[in-house]
């Protein structure tokens, strides 16, 4: 199975700041099948980027991803109140489907 | 709008069944666009994918479940179930429904999840 390894496991800023979330594939991820999640306490996750770069329905555009192969990036640009949350990455290019430890991105 | 919502017992005994439903509400299950999911998430922990259905009937599911998993339709009641064979205390997580275009494969829309405790 596709293994997710996402780092930092704990990312502290303040509002404004931007912040730079990283998920590493152990194969290539096939198609660029590679989602974001944000999930907050309580709650169920919520889908913010499929293939890899496009935002899903709603989602503010300082909410950004990219990459390709093995190496995935989200970002956001700057970091509003409620952006503070855990991040989830995810591939649906293989069988498994497989999901990433999570980012948790707090405030400073 | 579509909404998923996830029903069964917050406890379960071990060795027992474990059996979850999913009402889905504002569009249908019977549609070629979507596959019906479940993911489970351990206290604390990540997520894990369980398994998936088609509206044709076709499943598939994760193989670190082996044949535990069974996931079926109920078109009448536009409603989707899990059942998960003799649980363990491994099996304690919140359980959340969720939806996947047929073209892609990311979680799209989710049930708000629903715990379950295996514990005798």
């Known amino acids: 199975e596709v293994v997710l390894t996402q780092s930092p496991g704990t990312l502290s800023l303040s509002p404004g700041e931007g912040a730079t979330l990283s998920c590493r594939a152990s194969q290539t991820v096939s198609s660029s099948y590679l989602a974001w999640y944000q999930q907050k306490p309580g709650q169920a996750p919520r889908l913010l980027i499929y293939g890899t770069s496009s935002r899903a329905t709603g989602i503010p555009d300082r909410f950004s991803g990219s990459g390709s192969g093995t190496d995935f990036t989200l970002t956001i640009s700057s970091l509003e109140p409620e952006d503070f949350a855990f991040y989830y990455c995810q591939q649906y290019g293989d069988s498994p489907l497989t999901f990433g430890g999570g980012t948790k991105v707090d405030i400073k | 709008q579509v909404q998923l919502q996830e029903s069964g017992p917050g406890l379960v005994k071990p060795s027992q069944t474990l059996s979850l439903t999913c009402a889905v509400s504002g569009g249908s299950i019977n549609s070629g666009d979507y596959f019906w999911s479940w993911i489970r998430q351990h206290p604390g922990k990540g997520l894990e994918w369980i398994g998936y259905?088609?509206?044709?009937?076709?499943?598939y599911h994760n193989p670190s479940l082996k044949s535990r998993v069974t996931i079926s339709l109920d078109t009448s009641r536009n409603q989707f179930s899990l059942k998960l064979s003799s649980v363990t205390a491994a099996d304690t997580a919140i359980y959340f429904c969720?939806?996947?275009?047929?073209?892609?494969?990311?979680?799209?829309?989710w049930g708000q999840g629903t715990m379950v405790t295996v514990s005798s």
């Open positions: 969720a939806r996947v275009p047929r073209i892609g494969g990311s979680f799209d829309i």
């Open positions: 259905i088609f509206y044709s009937g076709n499943t």
